[in-house]
T-cell receptor
């Protein structure tokens, strides 16, 4: 069955540190890839997405992610985190078929300390 | 971006009662909506796909009679947890895609917008 793995369950960083959150998926077909963020008490919000083209995608708030097809990975990065980045981050995969279902990873809780 | 509103945000109910959760797309039409369940420190698990004017499609292992879904209009889907038990306590989230955008780009290439979730506690 298709799955999405986020290996970092809880990450603690100081402000200005660099961030990389891992995401791997198991589906072998064509996929769309997403990173969502959930700030405390708020909706899931889309950070960035990859559909096609340049595998390095830039999202909001200085985040970026790189799709490496050979590794089935879509890791999220930010060169310098801020306290306001404290949130839960979810990677999600959408098979490009008629089902259009989003499959989510288990999430990574990021805590940034000033 | 588009807004999806869920109501209520929190609900506490007694064991054996039923609870209805609403999911509305406020500024777009959504023929299809999705219902997810999230356990603490776990992923969002897709429960069912809600289809306007037809029956919902449930994921494997999700009880249809337990989680009743009704999608009566292009902007409203409801999830009713029937005869709730403490093990049904969870965080329920809905999502929807804009029909207009999906027709143009294809559903797989259309961003899904999420409601704020409903925290259900069954006592």
């Amino acid at each position: 069955a298709q799955s999405v793995s986020q290996h970092n369950h809880h990450v603690i960083l100081s402000e200005a540190a660099s961030l990389e959150l891992g995401c791997n998926y198991s589906y072998g077909g064509t996929v769309n890839l997403f990173w969502y963020v959930q700030y405390p008490g708020q909706h899931l919000q889309l950070l960035l997405k990859y559909f096609s083209g340049d595998p390095l995608v830039k999202g909001i708030k200085g985040f970026e992610a790189e799709f490496i097809k050979s590794k089935f990975s879509f890791n999220l990065r930010k060169p310098s985190v801020q306290w306001s980045d404290t949130a839960e981050y979810f990677c999600a995969v959408n098979k490009r078929d008629n089902t259009d279902k989003l499959i989510f990873g288990t999430g990574t809780r990021l805590q940034v300390f000033p | 971006g588009a807004v999806v509103s869920q109501h209520p945000s929190r609900v506490i109910c007694k064991s054996g009662t039923s609870v209805k959760i609403e999911c509305r797309s406020l500024d777009f039409q959504a023929t299809t909506m999705f219902w997810y369940r999230q356990f603490p420190k776990q992923s969002l698990m897709l429960m069912a796909t809600s289809n306007e004017g037809s029956k919902a499609t449930y994921e494997q292992g999700v009880e249809k009679d337990k989680f009743l879904i009704n999608h009566a209009s292009l902007t409203l889907s409801t999830l009713t947890v029937t005869s709730a038990h403490p093990e049904d306590s969870s965080f329920y989230i809905c999502s929807a895609r804009d029909d207009f955008v999906a027709r143009d780009r294809g559903p797989s290439n259309t961003e899904a917008f999420f409601g704020q979730g409903t925290r259900l506690t069954v006592v």
